[in-house]
C-alpha cells in the first residue's frame, strides 16, 4: 500500500501500564493512500518495544507477542471499543482529504528584479531575481541574455524555508551590461502553467516617471512655443499689412 501523506497525533495510553520505569505509548495515525482511501492506525509501544494495533483496514487489533494477541482478541470483541475505533476512522476520512488537499495547492511566487554594484568582481553588476512566498518547494530560477541560457557567473541560494510553508530563493548574475541586450530571469514552478518571463529594466519605474514629467513639461514648453511664434509672426504680418499712417 503506498502511502503518500501521512499525518500524526500521539494519545497517551497508559491504562494498562504498572507504575515505575515502563514507558508505554500509543500512537493514533491517520493515512491517505494513493487511492484516496483514509486509513486509521493505532499503535502500542512499551518502552519501545512494539506491542500491538489496531489497522482499520483489517478493522481489527493485533498483537506481537502470545500475551499482546489474547489482549487483542478481547478489544476485537468489545462492541464499545471498536465502535470507538469505527468513530476514529470517520474522523480521518473527514478531515484528512481536504487538509491533503489544502497542502497539495501550489502557491505563487512574488518575483523582484533588483540591481546591485560590485566593486570586488570582475562584473561591474550584479542582478538579483528574487522568489519569494512559494509552494511547494521545488523551482527553476535561469537567466537569459538575449533570449539565451547563462550557467556563468550566476549563483543561487537554496530553497528557504521561511517557516511557514512558504520558500524563498535568490538568484544571483554578475555581469557586464552590454547596449541592446536584454537580460530575462526565467522562473519554473508548479503554480505557472508555463515559465514565466522577468525582463531586467534598467530604468525603473520611478526614473521612468521622471522622463514622462520630463517629456510632458518640454511637449509643453513647445505648445507655448509654437503659440508665441504664431502670435508674433500675426503681429509681425499686422504690421506689414496695415502700416502706420
Ligand atoms: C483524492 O480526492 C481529492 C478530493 O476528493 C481529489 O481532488 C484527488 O484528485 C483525489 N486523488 C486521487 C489520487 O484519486
Ligand atoms: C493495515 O492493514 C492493511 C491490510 O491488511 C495492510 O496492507 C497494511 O500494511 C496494514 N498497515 C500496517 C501499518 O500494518
Ligand atoms: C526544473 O527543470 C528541470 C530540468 O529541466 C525539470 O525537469 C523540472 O520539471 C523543472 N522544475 C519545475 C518546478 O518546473
Redesign the pocket.
Known sequence: MHVHRSFSFLCLCLSFLRAGALFGYGVSRCQ?T???ESVYLEQFYINKMFLGQYNSTSGKFSGSTEKMKEIADKLNKNPSIMNDEKRNLDKCKTFL??A??AL?KSVEPYIRLTSHNIVSSNHPNMLICSAYNFYPKKINVTWLRDGKIVTSDVSSTEELSNGNWLYQIHSLLEYTPRSGEKITCMVEHASFKEPKLYDWDPMPQSQRNKVAVGTAGLVLGLVFLLAGLIYYKKNAVDRVLVPSS
Do not use: I, R
Open positions: 491517505l494513493s487511492t484516496n482529504p481536504p491533503v488537499e497539495s
